[in-house]
């Protein structure tokens, strides 16, 4: 699916990507969920997120802080409190240790807590994204703060193409423990 461009794209790919999401975990088997995710032995998955999530969990848990990330950047820039999307000390460069992090917070959450931190922030960022219009999701220089990006852009990065990435790497695992 292309990256959306307009509002309707948005949502509907949001929606889309996260119901597909949704059905892949139910149809999970209990082997696919106790099965700790490795993905050493595939010389292709070279980026770091590959070693770090350890279960579906760790990566439930990675969409709910990426979402956190949007609403609390959107909460302080539509108020007049600019602040970069990544909070201190972290950059574009350095957003990995960040998501290191949010893995190790989440250690303690149950994979149920997950599902319903995951729920909660994905109907609040669905809701946001409604209250904006086309053009401010996806016109060019609506908002200062989004630079040379649109507001839209940032939507689809914590949502649809968040989602994608996940489920990815929920059919990379399910292959994984077909071969064991």
Not at 62 to 80: R, S
Not at 82 to 92: A, N
Not at 128 to 137: H, I, Q
Request: hydrophobic share 35%; net charge negative; with cysteine.
């Amino acid at each position: 699916m292309a990256r959306p461009t307009t509002k309707g794209e948005l949502i509907a790919a949001s929606a889309q990507n996260y119901t597909k999401l949704k059905a892949h975990i139910v149809s999970m088997t209990e082997r696919e969920l106790d099965t700790p995710f490795d993905f050493s032995s595939d010389t292709k998955k070279t980026e770091a997120y590959w070693g770090r999530d350890k279960n579906l969990r760790d990566v439930l848990a990675h969409l709910y802080e990426w979402h956190q990330l949007l609403l609390v950047w959107m909460a302080a820039n539509t108020a007049g409190d600019r602040k970069p999307f990544l909070p201190e000390p972290y950059t574009w460069r350095t957003y990995g240790e960040m998501n290191v992090g949010f893995w190790e917070k989440h250690q303690v959450t149950s994979l149920e807590e997950a599902e319903e931190l995951l729920e909660g922030s994905h109907s609040a960022v669905m809701e946001l994204a409604e209250g904006f219009s086309d053009e401010e999701l996806f016109g060019r220089g609506c908002f200062d703060w989004t630079g040379t990006t649109t507001l839209g852009s940032y939507f689809a990065s914590a949502t649809s193409s968040h989602y994608d990435w996940a489920l990815r790497k929920l059919r990379a695992h399910r292959r994984n423990c077909r071969v064991r």
